[in-house]
């Protein structure tokens, strides 16, 4: 069962510390990602990477709709990649939507965690009543109606919108290539679970320590969500990048890396 959830997940595992920190993809994104944040942790950690069902390389024959109709069941894969490495006290790096899947996962097995680290995290994407979450439930609606007919017209005009940073084309390009590698049915469901999930709740029960990297102009994620999940989360650590967009891994790793690096030295980790 263990060999079976590390081929399904595409699960790949290096470095030369004993430490591991595992590093989760947002959505619409693989492993591949992460490339250029790994090098800074390669010499002190045991690196963990992974694609969730449905993405990148993973074993499409394992997807199953009603299992990630939620993104608990996201959670589901990161727990069983945990249990099959036998990782305890990891250190979870979650971009994005990953955020919110590091944390129901943290929730249900506490001990697996030492720390959380929140890329571009957003607990809610839709406005509410004393909350700015970026949109409104029109513009969600009108996005996956657009994703629903026209996939790759959907793909091109969202990747510079989440990249930004529009004097590195490639960035976007590569975002908009991830998206299109993707089944699109798959895709389309990952897409309104993520964009419809509201994880407010769930903030006050997560008892692991985070610290969230928030992007100083971000399309998805405002900053106003950043101030929010500090003020609701336990023993969370709040940075404001000077990085914009809403993948500041790819963007400004050394910003992400700097900062990550900061955190965890301040936290023992070395």
């Known amino acids: 069962m263990n060999q079976n959830i590390l081929v399904r997940n595409n699960v790949k595992v290096f470095g030369h510390g004993k430490q591991p920190i595992l590093f989760a993809h947002g959505f619409g994104c693989d492993q591949n990602m992460w490339r250029f ?157 993520t964009f419809y999930s509201d994880n407010r709740s769930d903030l006050p029960k997560v008892t692991t320590p985070s610290l969230i990297l928030q992007c100083i102009e971000d399309a998805i994620a405002p900053v106003e969500v950043g101030y929010y999940l500090n003020k609701h989360l336990f023993s969370s650590t709040l940075k404001l990048m000077q990085a914009t967009g809403h993948c500041p891994h790819m963007s400004h790793p050394q910003e992400t890396s700097n900062l990550m690096q900061e955190y965890l030295t301040s936290a023992g980790i070395h």
């Open 37 to 193: 944040i790994t090098p800074t942790f390669e010499n002190d950690y045991q690196i963990v990477l992974f694609d969730y069902v449905g993405s990148g390389k993973s074993d499409l024959s394992a997807y199953d709709g009603d299992r990630y109709s939620s993104l608990n069941g996201y959670a589901q894969d990161i727990l069983e990649i945990c249990k099959a490495l036998s990782l305890v006290d990891t250190i979870f790096v979650g971009h994005s939507v990953s955020s919110m899947i590091g944390i129901l996962a943290s929730i249900q097995s506490p001990e697996l965690f030492k720390h959380l680290i929140f890329v571009s995290p957003s607990p809610c994407y839709i406005n509410d009543i004393d909350y700015v979450g970026g949109f409104e439930r029109q513009d969600i609606e009108n996005l996956l109606d657009i994703m629903e007919k026209n996939y790759i017209g959907w793909a091109s005009f969202l990747a510079p919108m989440i990249m930004k940073n529009e004097d590195r084309p490639e960035l976007s390009h590569e975002l908009e290539e991830s998206f299109c590698s993707t089944d699109p049915t798959i895709a389309t469901q990952f897409a309104k679970v």
